[in-house]
């Protein structure tokens, strides 16, 4: 069945240091989106991207979708401790009715 | 306007137990899922709806089951419970199919001694 991975699982970084989060599906996705989860909370919905080579970008969040629509990437510039937290991409590979999340990234931000 | 509502947000359930985990939304959403989370871990689906009167699997059903008898809710059912079952569940709901963002519930914490 389709498999989404995400890359790294833990990232430790100093307050404003840059993070990145890639995301790779076994398969060719309709869509990509992207949500957040608070230690102790719920996902958050963040945005989707939909065209190949689609990039959108949300303050310091910077969301980038593959030319082949098999992977996607999410940038976040100078981190804040506000930005801690698991970032989760999801993709539905078009034939289902739902998305399949990938495996998290876990951002921890020291001040 | 409230979202999605998931009660209870803690229980501690005994082997071989059962319960209901109860989700309601007020988006007139006609697509719900049932997400288990376990620690460190990323979702895994337990079953969606599509509508009222409409369920499917998803990638984890065993040991639950779930109705959908109005638009609004959409209970899960955990029958004799096990250890296994320890794990937060997440109820969500959309618009339409996987082109619009998923609202999620709070969670319900559930384990099994």
């Known amino acids: 069945g389709q498999q989404v991975m995400q890359i790294p699982q833990y990232q430790h970084v100093q307050e404003g240091e840059d993070f990145t989060t890639y995301c790779n599906s076994s398969?060719?996705?309709?869509?990509i989106q992207w949500y957040k989860q608070r230690p102790g909370g719920h996902p958050v919905f963040l945005i989707q991207?939909?065209?190949?080579?689609e990039v959108k970008k949300q303050k310091r969040l910077t969301f980038q979708f593959g030319e082949a629509k098999k992977n996607s990437s999410l940038h976040i510039t100078a981190t804040q401790t506000t930005d801690v937290g698991t970032y989760f991409c999801?993709?539905?590979?078009?034939?289902?009715?739902?998305?399949?999340f990938g495996t998290g990234t876990l951002l921890a931000v020291q001040p | 306007n409230a979202g999605v509502t998931q009660t209870p947000k803690f229980r501690i359930l005994k082997i071989g137990q059962s319960m209901t985990l109860q989700c309601t939304q007020d988006?007139?959403?006609?697509?719900m899922y049932w997400y288990r989370q376990d620690p460190g871990m990323g979702l895994k689906l337990i079953y969606y709806?599509?509508?009222?009167?409409?369920?499917d699997k998803g990638e984890v059903p065993n040991g639950y089951n779930v109705s959908r008898s109005t638009t609004e809710d959409f209970p899960l059912r955990l029958e004799l419970a096990a250890p296994s079952q320890t794990s937060v569940y997440f109820c969500?709901?959309?618009?339409?199919?996987?082109?619009?963002?998923?609202?999620f519930g709070s969670g319900t914490r559930l384990t099994v001694v």
């Open positions: 991207l939909v065209k190949s080579g």
């Open positions: 398969t060719t996705l309709s869509n």
């Open positions: 988006m007139n959403h006609n697509y």
């Open positions: 709806s599509v509508g009222a009167g409409i369920t």
């Open positions: 969500a709901s959309s618009y339409g199919q996987a082109y619009y963002g998923y609202t």
């Open positions: 999801a993709g539905d590979g078009g034939a289902t009715n739902k998305l399949i």
